[in-house]
């Protein structure tokens, strides 16, 4: 097999406006806006609000666990049948009107917002999976970490341009603003709907499609392969391994990703005005971390970039915890008067370095593990990866808060970040990379 080659500048932005657009959903439904609108105003069990955080950690740890059951057929049988856009655009649809009809989600409308949450949330993941396992399809090894890091940082730009309408117009997370605020769902999907537009002109088809042996049915087929997959992973050890590591960090970060903003407005008390340049701080400094740290995963290598991640995320989630204290700690000691929602916001800097960086490193990995052929079915494991740990992690969270309190359960974050950082010590980036080249050249079977 050829080398791979680079792919027009055209289609790598094709590819990176997915995240540019799926981006308003992240950001919006899961971790700014509606996720603090379900907590606090939707089910309102206030002074704790412990039953509105476990309800939302219940609805998205079920969307991952229904990625979990789909993602890795879904991935096989788009390698065999050359359907990775339209499976994309299946999951984009979806996406778009269940994220819409969020506008119905009133105040005591709980399980309205459950199902909607489960069925968005559910469409949005499968097709970040989707669309990751266009990937190494787009260019050489050596030119991985760009593109990926350049994906991410596009997204966090297109997180940013769709926040501006939510800021200027839609106003605060309150009961009474709620007949404005309750448009943020429309307008993520609106969001979404136009963005992706050139993804769906500019990327093309990878692979070609091949003709299902006589008796057997796509559902039969991708079971088979995903059964084949797993029995001879053994022969990719480092992806394996790498999946493990992968399933402790996209653990924490989910519970970051879907609690930050929560714990905000919970633990810390933060102002609007507060929350909005958090909002910002953390968009900018994970947009520069993706991008920063892509060119540096070309420089020292992905693997030893992703355990550099590692570290500055549990010193993120130390200073999280530790942020009420801190306050406290300069104003006894010093004299100093930092309020803790303005500490929260230096710490948020930190976090969205870690943010950015570290999922475009394990994207970059798998890339580099996966043979091309494989492609999609193996981005389908990294997706069941990152699903089964959103589920754990959120499930996690949710039933320790319940017991403990959301400040100290968010200790737990270090604790899943230092488990991935052990696990990563036992990859070989140089074995995993050759061993995919060999796949591609011929000289290993699966």
Same mark, same amino acid.
């Given at each position: 097999?050829?080398?791979?080659?680079?792919?027009?500048?055209?289609?790598?932005?094709?590819?990176?406006?997915?995240?540019?657009?799926? /981006?308003?959903?992240?950001?919006?439904? !899961?971790?700014?806006?509606?996720?603090?609108?379900?907590?606090?105003?939707?089910?309102?069990?206030?002074?704790?609000?412990?039953?509105?955080?476990?309800?939302?950690?219940?609805?998205?740890?079920?969307?991952?666990?229904?990625?979990?059951?789909?993602?890795?057929?879904?991935?096989? +049988?788009?390698?065999?049948?050359?359907?990775?856009?339209?499976?994309?655009?299946?999951?984009?649809?979806?996406?778009?009107?269940?994220?819409?009809?969020?506008?119905?989600?009133?105040?005591?409308?709980?399980?309205?917002?459950?199902?909607?949450?489960?069925?968005?949330?559910?469409?949005?993941?499968?097709?970040?999976?989707?669309?990751?396992?266009?990937?190494?399809?787009?260019?050489?090894?050596?030119?991985?970490?760009?593109?990926?890091?350049?994906?991410?940082?596009?997204?966090?730009?297109?997180?940013?341009?769709?926040?501006?309408?939510?800021?200027?117009?839609?106003?605060?997370?309150?009961?009474?603003?709620?007949?404005?605020?309750?448009?943020?769902?429309?307008?993520?999907?609106?969001?979404?709907?136009?963005?992706?537009?050139?993804?769906?002109?500019?990327?093309?088809?990878?692979?070609?499609?091949?003709?299902?042996?006589?008796?057997?049915?796509?559902?039969?087929?991708?079971?088979?392969?995903?059964?084949?997959?797993?029995?001879?992973? *053994?022969?990719?050890?480092?992806?394996?391994?790498?999946?493990?590591?992968?399933?402790?960090?996209?653990?924490?970060?989910?519970?970051?990703?879907?609690?930050?903003?929560?714990?905000?407005?919970?633990?810390?008390?933060?102002?609007?005005?507060?929350?909005?340049?958090?909002?910002?701080?953390?968009?900018?400094?994970?947009?520069?971390?993706?991008?920063?740290?892509?060119?540096? /995963?070309?420089?020292?290598?992905?693997?030893?970039?992703?355990? +550099?991640?590692?570290?500055?995320?549990?010193?993120?989630?130390?200073?999280?915890?530790?942020?009420?204290?801190?306050?406290?700690?300069?104003?006894?000691?010093?004299?100093?008067?930092?309020?803790? /929602?303005?500490?929260?916001?230096?710490?948020?800097?930190?976090?969205?370095?870690?943010?950015?960086?570290?999922?475009?490193?394990?994207?970059?990995?798998?890339?580099?593990?996966?043979?091309?052929?494989?492609?999609?079915?193996?981005?389908?494991?990294?997706?069941?990866?990152?699903?089964?740990?959103?589920?754990?992690?959120?499930?996690? +969270?949710?039933?320790? /808060?319940?017991?403990?309190?959301?400040?100290?359960? !968010?200790?737990?974050?270090?604790?899943?970040?230092?488990?991935?950082?052990? +696990?990563?010590?036992?990859?070989?980036?140089?074995?995993? *990379?050759?061993?995919?080249?060999?796949?591609?050249?011929?000289?290993?079977?699966?």
């Amino acid at each position: 097999m050829s080398p791979r080659a680079r792919a027009p500048r055209r289609e790598i932005l094709g590819w990176a406006m997915f995240d540019f657009a799926n /981006q308003a959903y992240t950001l919006l439904i !899961i971790t700014v806006v509606f996720g603090d609108l379900f907590t606090r105003i939707i089910v309102g069990d206030a002074p704790d609000y412990r039953l509105g955080n476990l309800l939302w950690s219940l609805a998205l740890a079920t969307s991952y666990l229904l990625v979990v059951v789909c993602s890795p057929v879904a991935g096989a +049988i788009m390698d065999y049948t050359a359907s990775k856009k339209r499976f994309l655009f299946a999951s984009y649809v979806l996406t778009v009107i269940t994220t819409a009809m969020l506008y119905f989600v009133a105040p005591g409308y709980v399980l309205l917002g459950v199902l909607l949450l489960i069925l968005s949330n559910f469409a949005y993941s499968i097709g970040e999976a989707f669309i990751a396992s266009f990937l190494p399809a787009l260019g050489p090894p050596e030119d991985l970490g760009k593109i990926s890091g350049f994906g991410w940082a596009l997204g966090y730009v297109g997180g940013m341009v769709s926040a501006v309408f939510v800021l200027l117009m839609l106003g605060e997370v309150s009961a009474e603003n709620f007949e404005r605020i309750r448009w943020v769902g429309p307008w993520a999907a609106a969001f979404f709907l136009v963005a992706a537009i050139p993804t769906f002109l500019w990327l093309r088809e990878p692979g070609r499609a091949r003709a299902l042996p006589p008796g057997q049915g796509y559902l039969h087929m991708g079971l088979a392969r995903v059964a084949h997959t797993l029995a001879h992973l *053994r022969a990719h050890p480092d992806l394996a391994v790498l999946f493990l590591s992968v399933f402790f960090a996209m653990s924490g970060i989910y519970i970051v990703i879907t609690y930050a903003f929560i714990y905000g407005a919970q633990v810390i008390g933060w102002e609007e005005s507060v929350r909005t340049l958090m909002f910002v701080l953390v968009q900018v400094t994970a947009a520069a971390g993706a991008l920063g740290f892509g060119f540096l /995963q070309d420089r020292l290598g992905a693997l030893k970039t992703y355990r +550099i991640t590692l570290i500055m995320w549990m010193l993120a989630i130390v200073l999280i915890h530790a942020t009420p204290q801190i306050s406290r700690l300069a104003f006894d000691r010093f004299g100093l008067d930092w309020p803790a /929602q303005f500490v929260f916001l230096i710490v948020g800097c930190v976090a969205g370095l870690s943010l950015g960086s570290c999922q475009s490193a394990t994207r970059t990995l798998v890339g580099l593990f996966s043979p091309l052929s494989r492609s999609g079915e193996l981005f389908g494991f990294w997706g069941l990866s990152l699903k089964l740990a959103g589920m754990f992690g959120l499930l996690a +969270i949710g039933l320790l /808060q319940v017991f403990v309190g959301l400040q100290t359960a !968010i200790l737990f974050c270090a604790l899943l970040f230092g488990c991935a950082l052990v +696990i990563a010590f036992w990859v070989d980036e140089g074995r995993g *990379r050759a061993l995919a080249a060999a796949h591609d050249a011929g000289e290993s079977v699966w």
